[in-house]
């Protein structure tokens, strides 16, 4: 059974930071690529950053270019995503799965809230 569970998430100042952390089970991580994705309060998901299975190749949405780090830790089925210079608009919950631009599994972990306010 496959398991996505998120955490790191918090309440933020404007320019802070967070790291998000993602712990895949049930599937052989290491061989898939994995990506971070958000929902924004009445907004529909988006996909924010993906890394292939290797880690060796990263992609980020334009929003997000330049303030977020994509990275994995294959021997412990962690994926990471480290947020730097947020602003209100990156609050969103934030959720990971496998996959570059389509997500794998249809049964999402539960997200982990990001909200960034002064």
């Known amino acids: 059974q496959v398991q996505l569970v998120e955490s790191g998430g918090g309440l933020v100042q404007p320019g802070g930071s967070l790291r998000l952390s993602c712990v895949a089970s049930?599937?052989?991580?290491?061989?898939?690529?994995m990506s971070w994705y958000r929902q924004a309060p009445g907004k529909e998901r988006e996909l924010v950053a993906s890394i292939t299975s290797t880690g060796i190749s990263t992609n980020f949405a334009e929003s997000v270019k330049g303030r977020f780090t994509i990275s994995r830790d294959n021997a412990k089925n962690t994926v990471y995503l480290q947020m730097n210079s947020l602003n209100p608009e990156d609050t969103a919950i934030y959720y990971c799965n496998a996959g570059l631009k389509i997500p794998v599994y249809t049964n999402w972990g539960q997200g982990t809230q990001v909200t960034v306010s002064s």
């Open positions: 049930g599937f052989t991580f290491s061989l898939l690529s």
